[in-house]
């Protein structure tokens, strides 16, 4: 949350002249309605069955750049569907989070103290999204364009690196 996900996603899939694909923009059009409104209308489980149907679909079917929502990998089914794909963590530490949210109203999990709720939300996702990723850019006190920079850097290194292997 805050780590910059779409902005870096869009960075990317224009140097790369690919197509961009957000899975919550997905969540939103199928049930179309916003996250807040799934969240407060069906419920937390509900947005995350309909997260987990986006991101197979998405990987089954989109050859770009894919923005995943920050809670997707929590889902054994969706870790298991991402085996195998390259996988960018954008890892963004409390302060910078805090301030890239904002005062959190249309983000649901954020509801009561926003400091706390986040600092949980991390302490919880981390192991998750270490153990997810194939690479890990740090985002804190960065611009997008620097952390898409890098992101490209270390994916284009890790290719050259397969096609010598």
């Not at 949210?101 to 999990?109: A, D, E, N, S």
């Not at 952390?147 to 290194?157: F, P």
């Amino acid at each position: 949350m805050g780590a910059g996900k779409t902005t870096v996603a869009d960075l990317l899939g224009r140097r790369w002249g690919l197509s961009v694909r957000d899975t919550d923009h997905d969540v939103e059009t199928a049930a179309g309605k916003s996250i807040s409104d799934i969240f407060v209308d069906d419920g937390e489980v509900a947005f995350r069955a309909l997260e987990r149907a986006a991101v197979t679909a998405a990987l089954e079917a989109h050859a770009g750049v894919l923005a995943l929502g920050g809670g997707a990998v929590l889902d054994d089914d969706t870790r298991a569907a991402l085996a195998g794909h390259r996988v960018v963590f954008l890892e963004v530490g409390l302060s910078d989070a805090v301030k890239r949210v904002g005062l959190g109203i249309t983000r649901p999990l954020l509801m009561g103290n926003m400091r706390a709720r986040i600092k949980a939300l991390l302490d919880e996702r981390l192991p998750v999204y270490r153990e997810v990723a194939s690479l890990t850019v740090h985002t804190d006190g960065r611009t997008p364009q620097d952390v898409a920079d890098e992101v490209a850097r270390l994916v284009e290194a890790a290719e050259r690196t397969q096609e010598d292997a």
